[in-house]
């Protein structure tokens, strides 16, 4: 139950257990149109929740947390789908400040070495503040290229890449001459990135990865991998010799799609199982193990970065999109996290996908108070840690350092839960059409 904070609230004078019992449904709330409606309203014992009636579970936007989480009460079992700080990881900018700061952290504390398991994102800078440092690093490498990108933008909008340093200049003149600028509207922020111009390639198309990582609480840290996500592809060759083409450069689906090339129904996207089958052939199972265990790695740190400084309210619950991309040395990078990965489906295949993701997103949000508290598994999510690495055997204390321990992630690889997924498509099918 969730209300305004200055609202009479009127509790129903029940213990926690008792008030899980006796709810004969959860009512929820959400504002997407897509794949989620979808799952929330063909879950058993959900029902739907429109204006300002009372929730159990709120799928909210971010603009939303924004304006009304800090006057909004919540019953202990109320569950809200954003961290209220979320953007401490979300925003392209401040994801970078705190990476660097935990790095900082790790070489104090544990040494270079683990200092240097941080190295896994482009050389950034904050603009305009850093712009005197990024110039000093440009004019130490002439030549390279840079990609510069607005914090708080998503889907490749506003993105560009450059040589130059006269094309910034080109760019400040034009943020300061806008008609924002004239209302004093301060210029928008961007970061200015190293560009990878060696992405690994397949068929000579580049590519970046979507992995959705679910994290149930900071403190402990908690988080789940999911064993599904895709490749996202360009539909066009890749070459250094075009900059200005983002149909080249940037793998957005929604840049994609607006490619003469792009083909509606054989879309942009391979699944994970097919990207690491197609490694493993090319160059063995074991070169692709340490690739998945670096991606691995990629999630762990980037968590532990902001993990004291996101606030941990045990309402609060997100489903992460990550984006990575590979290059031809094999090491993975992280371009992005997304607090709100697009759920809308751009293929069956695609449905099929975000449909069980979703499904199992609230399995393990767990409203229905259905799980013990020991799952390491459930569904296509995999405890990856809690409070510390997950082991994926039985029994083995879950202590990192030791010399056999195995942590319990497998993205990419084969999910059981395929043979389910087409049952439940068909089933969410069949009622809708029969509710329409
Ligand atoms: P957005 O939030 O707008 O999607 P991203 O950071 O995800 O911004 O970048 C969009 C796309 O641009 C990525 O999917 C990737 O294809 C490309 N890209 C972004 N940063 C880099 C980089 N440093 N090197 C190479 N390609 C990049």
Redesign the pocket.
Known sequence: MSRPKNQNYKGHGLSKGKEREQRASIRFKTTLMNTLMDVLRHRPGWVEVKDEGEWDFYWCDVSWLRENFDHTYMDEHVRISHFRNHYELTR?NYMVKNLKRFRKQLEREAGKLEAAKCDFF?K?FEMPCEYHLFVEEFRKNPGITW?M??VA???????FLFRRLKDIMDWRKDTRSSDDQKDDIPVENYVA?????N?YLIGGR???LRVYVLVMSYIPLRAWLYRDGFA?F?NTRFTLNSIDDQYV????V??QKTSPDYHPKKGCKWMLQRFRQYLASKHGPEVVETLFRDIDNIFVKSLQSVQKVIISDKHCFELYGY?I?IDQDLKP?L??V?ASPSLTASSQEDYELKTCLLEDTLHVVDMEARLTGREKRVGGFDLMWNDGPVSREEGVPDLSGMGNFVTNTHLGCVNDRKKQLRQLFYSLQVQKKASS
């Open positions: 392209k482009p950034t990609i990108k607005p933008r998503s889907q490749g909008k506003g993105i990135q190293r560009y990878i111009e992405p580049k590519f970046d996202r360009s450069h940037l793998t957005n929604a840049v984006d991309l990078w371009l992005e997304n």
